[in-house]
C-alpha cells in the first residue's frame, strides 16, 4: 500500500515562513490534497489538486508537488495558523485514500 | 451551505456492531461526480480512510478493514450510513463523514462524532 510520510512537528516564528512536506514513491505524479485540523474541530480543506485555493482559504496559503515530495507552504504565519496538516492522496491501486500522519504545527 | 451531520451510539461493546448514520443537509446526495466517505481518527491519531459509496450503493472500502465495514444509502431521506462489525478497542475513534471528489479531496466534512468501544 502507498505510504506518506511528514515529519512529526515543524515550528516557525510568526511573520516567518512555514513549510510542510509529504513524502511519497513519485507522488508528484498524483494529485494531493492538504487539511488543517485545529484542536476538536473536524480537518479544513486548504489545498487541493497541488496547488488550488478553495473559497474562503487566505492566499498564504500554497502548495507544490514534484519528485517525491508534496509541499505546503504557509506565508507569513499567525498564530491562528497553529494546528495539525494534514497530506492525502488516491492511491488507485487498489483503489485507496491514503493519509499522511500528520505534522503538527507551532507558532513560537 | 451543505451540512454533513453524524448520528449513532457513542458506546458499543465489543464484539458489537458499530452503526452511524450522517445526514446531508443543503444539497442532494444525488450530486454527481461526489461520493461521500467515512474517515475516523483514534484519541490522539493520525487521519483513516474508512471507505465511500456513490449514490447509486457503489462502494470502495480501505483494504485494511474491508472484511469488516459496509455502507449503504438511503436517498429518500438523504442520508448513508456505516456498519463497522466486530469492534474491538482499537475501533474507539471520532468518525468523520464528510462528501468526496470522487477519490479526491474532502470538501464538506460533518463534526465528527466520539465512538468509544469498551465493556
Known amino acids: 500500500s502507498y505510504v506518506l510520510t511528514q515529519p512529526p512537528s515543524e515550528s516557525v516564528a510568526p511573520g516567518e515562513t512555514a513549510r510542510i512536506t509529504c513524502e511519497g514513491n513519485?507522488?508528484?505524479?498524483?494529485?494531493v490534497h492538504w487539511y488543517q485540523q485545529k484542536p476538536g474541530q473536524a480537518p479544513v480543506l486548504v489545498i487541493s489538486y497541488d496547488k488550488d485555493r478553495p473559497s474562503g482559504i487566505p492566499e498564504r496559503f500554497s502548495g507544490s508537488n514534484s519528485g517525491n515530495t508534496a509541499t505546503l507552504t504557509i506565508s507569513r504565519v499567525e498564530a491562528g495558523d497553529e494546528a495539525d496538516y494534514y497530506c492525502?492522496?488516491?492511491?488507485?491501486?487498489?483503489?485507496?485514500?491514503?493519509f499522511g500522519g500528520g505534522t503538527k504545527l507551532t507558532v513560537l | 451551505q451543505l451540512q454533513l451531520q453524524e448520528s449513532g451510539p457513542g458506546l458499543v461493546k465489543p464484539p458489537e456492531t458499530l452503526s452511524l448514520t450522517c445526514s446531508v443537509s443543503g444539497g442532494s446526495i444525488y450530486m454527481s461526480a461526489y461520493y461521500w466517505a467515512w474517515i475516523r481518527q483514534a484519541p490522539g491519531k493520525g487521519l483513516e480512510w474508512i471507505g465511500n459509496i456513490y449514490h447509486s450503493g457503489s462502494t470502495s472500502y480501505n483494504p485494511s478493514l474491508k472484511s469488516r465495514v459496509s455502507m449503504s444509502v438511503d436517498t429518500s431521506k438523504n442520508q448513508f450510513s456505516l456498519r463497522l462489525t466486530s469492534v474491538t478497542v482499537a475501533d474507539t475513534a471520532v468518525y468523520y463523514c464528510?462528501?468526496?471528489?470522487?477519490?479526491?479531496?474532502?470538501?464538506?466534512w460533518g463534526q465528527g462524532t466520539l465512538v468509544i468501544v469498551s465493556s
Open positions: 464528510a462528501r468526496q471528489n470522487y477519490y479526491e479531496e474532502g470538501d464538506y
Open positions: 513519485n507522488i508528484g505524479s498524483k494529485s
Open positions: 492525502q492522496v488516491w492511491d488507485s491501486r487498489p483503489d485507496c485514500v491514503v
